[in-house]
Nanobody
Framework: QVQVAESGGGLVQPGGSLRLSCAAS????????MGWYRQAPGKQRELVAT???????NYVASVKGRFTISRDNAKNTVALQMNSLKPEDTAVYYC?????????WGKGTLVTVSS
């Protein structure tokens, strides 16, 4: 079993920054892709960013140039640096860890962007 835990959410003003962190623990043999999804109130969950074990990244168009995903393979962690935040970034952010074909999800951390 793999456990996934996010941290770093909170309230930030438009234009501000937050850094989300996610740690995977438990019975881990290997991790392929790690990433972040988000779900705003009344909306479907959407992909925000992913990063492969080799460091290849992908972002949803709305966050390109503002968000940066990174990982530390030795520590089984992934982070999301969020800059120039906008009110529309407000959502619960979920970390996903893919290991041996199975997706493991965190419980989410709330990010609120408001003045």
């Amino acid at each position: 079993q793999v456990q996934v835990a996010e941290s770093g959410g909170g309230l930030v003003q438009p234009g501000g920054s937050l850094r989300l962190s996610c740690a995977a623990s438990g019975s881990i043999f290997s991790i392929d892709t790690m990433g972040w999804y988000r779900q705003a109130p009344g909306k479907q969950r959407e992909l925000v960013a992913t990063i492969t074990s080799g460091g290849n990244t992908n972002y949803v168009a709305s966050v390109k140039g503002r968000f940066t995903i990174s990982r530390d393979n030795a520590k089984n962690t992934v982070a999301l640096q969020m800059n120039s935040l906008k009110p529309e970034d407000t959502a619960v952010y979920y970390c996903i860890v893919r290991s041996l074909g199975i997706n493991y999800w965190g419980k989410g951390t709330l990010v609120t962007v408001s003045s």
